[in-house]
T-cell receptor
């Protein structure tokens, strides 16, 4: 069975600081990887996804993530965060061997101080 | 931009009562999903649905749960006899196709509280 771990549960940063949120998954086959964001009071929205090609993927709002297959990781990065990035971030995976159900990590709650 | 909508936003019910959570997927989407998130825990997959049939379901989705697309727009999750442990946020999602790389679009969720 696939599983996803996000080791940072809460992160507090000042504006303009750099961000890296960790995501590790456990699955032996081919996976597709997603980062979703949930702003306060809003629904889950896709930030970016990876399924093939360049392991460095760029998403909306200046976010990017790098797939490192050897480390089973898909860390999310942003060079300079803004107060408006305050949200909860979820890493998720699915695989073509397990249907398209998403398996989520536990989420990381990011607070950016102005 | 089209969005998935869910009603109600918050449902409070007594243990043993039936509840129906409603979702309106994006209009040209064909695949529908329910997930739930118990407070403090991970978002968990419940069920996927296509062409009026369940495609996949998790161990959580037992006989107390059922899903239906009663008309051309709504997708519902019914819990027949609610238990305290059913208290959670329930999210509906939809995709245009069955591709595992397709983006799942989520609704805002229904918070179910079972007393």
């Amino acid at each position: 069975a696939q599983s996803v771990s996000q080791h940072n549960h809460h992160v507090i940063l000042s504006e303009a600081a750099s961000l890296e949120l960790g995501c590790n998954y456990s699955y032996g086959g081919t996976v597709n990887l997603f980062w979703y964001v949930q702003y306060p009071g809003q629904h889950l929205q896709l930030l970016l996804k990876y399924f093939s090609g360049d392991p460095l993927v760029k998403g909306i709002k200046g976010f990017e993530a790098e797939f490192i297959k050897s480390k089973f990781s898909f860390n999310l990065r942003k060079p300079s965060v803004q107060w408006s990035d305050t949200a909860e971030y979820f890493c998720a995976v699915n695989s073509n061997n397990a249907g398209n159900m998403l398996t989520f990590g536990g989420g990381t709650r990011l607070m950016v101080k102005p | 931009e089209p969005e998935v909508t869910q009603t109600p936003s918050h449902q409070v019910t007594q243990m043993g009562q039936e509840v129906i959570l409603r979702c309106v997927p994006i209009s040209n989407h064909l695949y529908f999903y329910w997930y739930r998130q118990i407070l403090g825990q991970k978002v968990e997959f419940l069920v996927s649905f296509y062409n009026n049939e369940i495609s996949e379901k998790s161990e959580i989705f037992d006989d107390q749960f059922s899903v239906e697309r009663p008309d051309g727009s709504n997708f519902t999750l019914k819990i027949r006899s609610t238990k305290l442990e059913d208290s959670a946020m329930y999210f509906c999602a939809s995709t245009r196709s069955s591709g595992d790389t397709d983006t799942q679009y989520f609704g805002p969720g229904t918070r179910l509280t079972v007393l």
